[in-house]
């Protein structure tokens, strides 16, 4: 089957709601490129570039890195692309962000196809969290350095106050699907697949 050339989904949902993991698997099952913010704002921190230091108080603090520094990034990141068949993970992530992406995509001429939204009661997320730091640091790693209770909790209050108002935005639009994203992770996955058919 050939692939459209242009793709492109928006995962929504809380922070530990299991974004990162369903995207990686629908990414390389799709062909779509994963585009996780997060990822690549920890790596400018790892490779202790000007921004990595810039952003990393911002971050620990589990408060939003500003608008124009992700606008950038994400413009950057899909100028050289051939066709558009990307997952954002963890982006847009203000209703700022939201507007700025749908400008870049209509030149792009690629418009969003699939905005799953996953669902996660807030005392599990915190739960999925702490548990990831923890075993992050069992293996032997030092992990995020956000997964923490305390930060963990700042970050949810930053989701409901910055990032929810973007589900009325595609929900407006009807590219909203509800996704209940407690189970295994193969039973999360086949949920969102239905989504999108
Ligand atoms: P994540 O890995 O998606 O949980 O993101 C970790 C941290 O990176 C967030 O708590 C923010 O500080 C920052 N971050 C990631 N994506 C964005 C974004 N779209 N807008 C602002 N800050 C972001």
Known sequence: MTQPKNKVVIFLGPPGAGKGTQAERLAAEQHLVKISTGD??????????????????????????????LIALIRDRLADMEGVRVIFDGFPRTSAQAEELDVLLEE??????????????DE???????ARGKKAAEDGGTGRSDDT???ARKRQEVYRKQTQPLIDYYGARGQLKHIDGV???DEVYGRIQDGMK
Do not use: C, F, Y
């Open 149 to 151: 209770e305390e930060v």
């Open 40 to 69: 690549i704002l920890r790596d400018h921190q790892d490779r202790g570039t000007e921004l990595g230091q810039r952003i990393k108080p911002i971050m620990d603090a589990g408060q939003l890195v500003p608008d124009d520094i």
């Open 108 to 121: 792009l001429g690629a418009p969003v196809n699939h905005v799953p939204l996953l669902e996660v009661p």
């Open 124 to 130: 599990l997320l915190i739960e999925r969290i702490v």
């Open 183 to 185: 189970g295994s992770m």
